[in-house]
Nanobody, 122 residues
Framework: QAQLVESGGGLVQPGGSLRLSCAAS????????MGWYRQAPGKARELVAT????????NYADSVKGRFTISRDIAKNMAFLQMDSLKPEDTAVYYC???????????????WGQGTQVTVSS
C-alpha cells in the first residue's frame, strides 16, 4: 500500500503564507497526478490544485488562482502547495491526493493523506 503524509499546516494571519508538503511512500510504481483538496466543517471537499505528471498540466480552483501554487518533486514523490495572501475563507483541512499505480500490473488508484489543518485568523 502506498501512503501519503501531509505536513506544514498551522495558524496564520490573513495575508500570510504557508507551504504544505506531501510525501508519498510505500509501494509506488508510478504517479499519474497529485493534488490538493480541502474541506471545511459542514462543507463538501473541494479541489484546490492538481498536477498531472505527464504534460505538466496544472489546474486550480478559481478561488485560489493567483494565490496558491502547486509544485512537484518527481524524483522524491512529493507535492507542495505554496499558499500566499491567505484569507479566512481558506481555513480548512487540506488533503493530499495521488493517483498512482502500486506495481507495473496494478490498476491506478486514488490515495489520500490524513489531512493537515490550516487556520487563517487574526
Amino acid at each position: 500500500q502506498a501512503q501519503l503524509v501531509e505536513s506544514g499546516g498551522g495558524l496564520v494571519q490573513p495575508g500570510g503564507s504557508l507551504r504544505l508538503s506531501c510525501a508519498a511512500s510505500g509501494s509506488i510504481f508510478s504517479i499519474n497526478a497529485m493534488g490538493w483538496y480541502r474541506q471545511a466543517p459542514g462543507k463538501a471537499r473541494e479541489l484546490v490544485a492538481t498536477s498531472v505528471t505527464n504534460g505538466g498540466i496544472t489546474n486550480y480552483a478559481d478561488s485560489v488562482k493567483g494565490r496558491f501554487t502547486i509544485s512537484r518533486d518527481i524524483a522524491k514523490n512529493m507535492a507542495f502547495l505554496q499558499m500566499d495572501s491567505l484569507k479566512p475563507e481558506d481555513t480548512a483541512v487540506y488533503y493530499c491526493n495521488a493517483w498512482l499505480k502500486e506495481s507495473v500490473g496494478g490498476k491506478p488508484r486514488s490515495y489520500w493523506g490524513q489531512g493537515t489543518q490550516v487556520t487563517v485568523s487574526s
